[in-house]
């Protein structure tokens, strides 16, 4: 899930019925292009999730790193990507970022040890917090205000919603010969990207990120007007960033820690504590910072907090969910990895074919009602799943929650990113935005993380019938629904403000 910072508009309005140039639609292409990468990263991943296990001979609880590894990175980063971006400039990031993606991609393909292919996966999802954000910042710059860009946003909108269902669909065909093939493709892919964007992404006098080279003075830019000098290192937030990231990777691997040493042992109960100290000492840091890379005064916003716990709910139940499924459908019913990403369609492909109108929508209906619909159709998914015996019919047990969960994102998806920053100022949108993006990836990892360890803490002893197999996967689908339970509760208090509270 992404969302669009706020776009500036100093640029004069353009003719809608004007052409763009081959260097505009190639600029689209390699923005567009990343971005459909980088949201079909995690479903890659979750199709293959069986495979790999099997072939590094890893447990639930060490294969969820492919999953949280990259929304570790995604969220844990995002902040300090942001604040990266500002100071170097949304060129040399970008590009920098596609390197760092093609590298840790094929580094991924080649890994021979779980270890090695989480960190790659935790480089990959910073570097997707990156260019995700910057590649929107591109194109409010790059392209007119008006229609042209409403018309770049929308593809850019459009392969970003895509990407999850393209993931699906590659990871379980690619799957089937090499589960490596699904982490290598991307890698050639983004090089491609890399090449154009070299000719193609603006540079620094084009855009409003970034400073002067080193040692060019006010002359030296042609009657260029003068920019402020780039902010001194120490500005960059690298403590808290620091202490951010390993408290979340403390975190996760405190809870995935518990089914194998229980809550006791210094490996399980020792992490979590760091997990605490660490986050804590990055609140610290930020509150005695001149230059946060938290605002503070975003989370002053309810609209805020109810929509960033909210996704963080939606996100979270959902990646629970297939996590879930997956594990049943392949390692417990036989299920190939292509059949396996085909019966998930059914709740990624809706959200394709509505982005283009989800703001029409959301005009015409109002957020609150929809991100209230949209918590109440997947949590009565996760229940009807529940109480679906096994082996289930996919027809009537598998399907309707795919559907329910697929209708609700199509309501509350934009729903929840328009609410977010819509009670903040102008000036601290963007920012909200980040804090936002940061909440739905940590709940993605943290809910992933709990299904896994609960997955692994119920399993019966080797050699049970799969009914045990298939019972043991209950507590973790109880988990999902209590997660989509809470979005549900956080979504219903948003509609009672809207009825008591002031406009």
């Known amino acids: 899930m992404t969302s669009s910072p706020l776009l500036p508009s100093h640029t004069a309005p353009a003719p809608a019925h004007a052409w763009w140039s081959p260097r505009m639609w190639g600029l689209l292409v390699v923005l567009a292009g990343n971005m459909l990468i980088d949201a079909l990263e995690v479903s890659v991943a979750l199709v293959a999730l069986p495979a790999i296990g099997t072939d590094l001979g890893a447990p639930l609880t060490t294969m969820q790193w492919t999953i949280t590894g990259f929304a570790v990175g995604f969220g844990g980063l995002m902040l300090f990507g942001a604040r990266a971006v500002a100071l170097l400039g949304r060129r040399r990031v970008y590009l920098a970022a596609l390197v760092g993606f093609a590298a840790a991609s094929l580094v991924g393909a080649l890994a021979e040890d779980p270890s090695l292919l989480t960190a790659t996966r935790v480089v990959k999802g910073f570097c997707a917090a990156l260019t995700a954000p910057t590649g929107l910042a591109i194109i409010a710059t790059a392209f007119p205000e008006g229609p042209q860009r409403n018309r770049a946003l929308s593809v850019y909108t459009l392969f970003g919603a895509g990407g999850f269902t393209a993931g699906l669909l590659l990871s379980g065909w690619l799957t089937g010969f090499s589960w490596r093939l699904t982490f290598a493709f991307p890698a050639p892919a983004v090089l491609v990207l890399f090449v154009l964007g070299l000719r193609l992404i603006p540079g620094a006098g084009e855009e409003n990120g970034g400073g002067p080279p080193p040692g060019t003075t006010d002359g030296d830019r042609a009657g260029r007007p003068p920019r402020p000098p780039r902010p001194p290192l120490r500005r960059y937030g690298f403590a808290s960033a620091a202490a951010f990231l390993a408290g979340l990777l403390a975190l996760v691997q405190g809870i995935t820690s518990v089914p194998a040493h229980g809550w006791a042992d210094l490996r399980s109960a020792g992490l979590l504590a760091l997990a605490a100290g660490l986050l804590a000492l990055f609140v610290a840091l930020e509150r005695a910072s001149a230059h946060p890379l938290i605002r503070f005064e975003a989370l002053r916003s309810r609209a805020m907090i109810r929509s960033a716990l909210g996704a963080a709910c939606l996100n979270g139940s959902y990646l629970g969910l297939l996590f879930v499924l997956t594990h049943q459908l392949q390692s417990l019913a036989g299920w ?92 601290e949108r963007g920012a909200g935005s980040g804090l936002y993006q940061t909440a739905v990836q940590v709940g993605a990892a943290l809910s992933v993380a709990l299904v896994a360890a609960l997955l692994t803490g119920s399993a019966p002893p080797a050699g049970a019938a799969p009914a045990e197999f298939a019972e043991a996967c209950r507590p973790a689908l109880t988990l999902v629904a209590a997660v989509g339970g809470l979005g549900l509760l956080t979504a219903l208090t948003g509609l009672r403000s809207r009825r008591t509270g002031p406009p």
């Open 336 to 427: 190939s990895p292509l059949r396996t990403a085909a019966a998930f369609l059914p709740a990624a492909a809706p959200l394709v074919v509505t982005a283009l109108f989800s703001g029409r929508i959301v005009a015409r209906f109002g957020a609150p009602r929809l991100i209230a619909a949209g918590a109440l159709l997947p949590f009565a998914g996760y229940l009807l799943l529940l109480r679906t015996p096994w082996p289930p019919a996919y027809a009537t047990g598998i399907l309707p929650t795919m559907l329910l969960v697929g209708a609700g994102f199509v309501l509350s998806f934009a729903a929840l990113n328009s609410q977010a920053t819509s009670q903040l100022p102008p000036a």
